[in-house]
Nanobody
Framework: QVQLVESGGGLVQAAGSLRLSCAAS????????MGWFRQAPGKEREFVAG????????YYADSVKGRFTISRDNAKNTVYLQMNSLKPEDTAVYYC????????????????WGQGTQVTVSS
């Protein structure tokens, strides 16, 4: 069972930046895709970004393209989400997730979740 622990959330002003980190336990981290999701109050959880097992293929929701960058360091069992030009509508709890496949796409089957980290963007 993989355990995922997010960090890096907080309060930031609009147009600011944050970097989220997700540390994973286990020796097979480099074998599967990873993703970031978010859930705002009163809304369903949505896919934000994902990347393949080696990091060579990335996927982004249209709402974050050009502003967010997902990356991973397999030597450190960690996946990152660099968030720039933040907007108030980016306010949500952000979750790291492990995919059962190697893709980490928005439609991939995710079967492991972190506890979430709050991101609040003030206007």
């Amino acid at each position: 069972q993989v355990q995922l622990v997010e960090s890096g959330g907080g309060l930031v002003q609009a147009a600011g930046s944050l970097r989220l980190s997700c540390a994973a336990s286990g020796r097979t981290f480099s074998s599967y895709g990873m993703g970031w999701f978010r859930q705002a109050p009163g809304k369903e959880r949505e896919f934000v970004a994902g990347l393949s097992w080696g990091g060579g293929v990335t996927y982004y929701a249209d709402s974050v393209k050009g502003r967010f960058t997902i990356s991973r360091d397999n030597a450190k069992n960690t996946v990152y989400l660099q968030m720039n030009s933040l907007k108030p509508e980016d306010t949500a709890v952000y979750y790291c997730a492990k995919s059962r496949d190697r893709l980490g796409a928005g439609t991939s089957p995710y079967d492991g979740w972190g506890q979430g980290t709050q991101v609040t963007v003030s206007s």
